[in-house]
């Protein structure tokens, strides 16, 4: 499991969609950019805005 945060550089949060690179899986930040993936497999994540 992996958790982290969206931000901008000036460190606001970002909701994003975020999904594993080549997967089906994926989860959606909150709206203060915060999120958790459940099935993280050491593979890249793809971050998408606006959410």
Known sequence: MVQG???SQSGEGLPA???LK?????TVADMEGNF???DYAQVPII???PC
Request: proline share 0%; net charge positive.
């Open 36 to 38: 958790t993936l459940k």
């Open 5 to 7: 945060r969206v931000q």
């Open 22 to 26: 080549e997967t089906r899986k994926g």
């Open 47 to 49: 971050s998408k805005f």
């Open 17 to 19: 969609m975020l999904s």
